[in-house]
């Protein structure tokens, strides 16, 4: 329970429109778990008062907020400082305020990382990596794979442009000797059969298109490490096929919750209680 007065900071959630998010539930529990007097509220925001709300946070009680859809890039613009990662990513979905200045991180590639290495037992070095789909979510698990030494990363998308102009700033900052490279819809067979591991970041799957899957399974073979970013339903069609041919998967869970982790640490600087961040976001998808 939530004791609200004059000294509690508010934590908040700016997007428009906000669609039904998981924040709010890990977020409150894990400030109540760790007795801190923060809360964590949504808050949509209209895009013509986009920049007069983010230059009045500052002046009142909040300690940090999360960015999502439409503004994780126009957020940048009204920062003061801008953390490496979530330039080079290009997008920032979390912010702290300290004495009253804004600044800018990018949890989503370290939320990936860290669920990634937790449920495969593995690292991403070395590994060949197959990514479908080349939006936000892709944007920073990409940078986060070239960061961390992927050997090759194959970039696939519907719409190819999009694939392309990703590659040629993931390039930037892959490895010596690896590279990334875009591949055509049609082309997948090829990568697919020389990868590592396949990460579904588009949104084929998710509920209530449960029925939807993003790639023919006929391409799935049981060494593939299989990652989707979907986390509703926990199971999607990917990764019930997956586990039918024995690959090692990963639902998305992992990533929502180990990003929230990162940017509750970020705000509080105490450590987050994921194993609670991750039961309470479980139960809410409706197991345990
Ligand atoms: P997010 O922030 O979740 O990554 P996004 O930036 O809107 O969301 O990106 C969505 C990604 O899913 C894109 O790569 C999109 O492909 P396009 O660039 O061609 O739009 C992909 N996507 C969404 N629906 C899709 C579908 N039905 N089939 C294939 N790809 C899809």
Redesign the pocket.
């Known amino acids: 329970m939530i004791n609200i007065d004059s000294k509690t900071r508010i934590v908040g959630l700016f997007g428009y429109p906000l669609g039904h998010t998981y924040s709010p539930i890990m977020q409150n529990a894990a400030f109540s778990n760790r007795g801190i007097n923060n809360v964590y509220l949504p808050i949509e925001v209209k895009p013509d008062s986009f920049g007069t709300v983010i230059k009045a946070v500052s002046s009142m009680n909040f300690g940090g907020f999360n960015i999502t859809?439409p503004y994780k890039v126009e957020i940048m613009k009204y920062l003061d400082k801008i953390d490496e990662t979530a330039k080079r990513i290009g997008a920032v979905n979390t912010v702290v305020i300290k004495d009253g200045r804004l600044e800018g991180y990018n949890t989503d590639g370290i939320g990936f990382l860290k669920s990634f290495q937790e449920a495969a037992e593995a690292t991403i070095e070395e590994k060949k990596v197959f990514v479908l789909?080349?939006?936000?979510?892709?944007r920073a698990i990409c940078m986060t794979l070239a960061l961390n030494k992927a050997k090759k990363l194959y970039i696939c998308?519907?719409?190819f442009e999009?694939a392309l102009a990703l590659v040629e700033d993931i390039n930037k900052f892959m490895p010596e000797s690896s590279t990334a490279i875009p591949m055509e819809y049609d082309d997948m067979k090829k990568a697919v059969e020389h990868a590592d591991v396949f990460i579904n970041?588009?949104?084929?799957g998710m509920f209530p298109e449960i029925d939807e899957i993003?790639i023919d399974s006929s391409l799935l073979k049981k060494e593939l490490i299989v990652y989707d970013v979907v986390y509703n339903p926990r199971k999607t069609k990917l990764i019930l096929e997956a586990e039918k041919l024995g690959c090692k998967t990963i639902s998305g869970l992992g990533m929502l919750v180990y990003q929230g982790a990162e940017a509750f640490e970020l705000w509080t600087g105490k450590n987050a209680p994921t194993e609670l961040m991750y039961s309470i976001v479980s139960e809410a998808l409706g197991e345990k």
């Open positions: 859809i789909g080349s939006g936000g979510a892709s998308n519907r719409t999009k970041t588009t949104s084929v993003p």
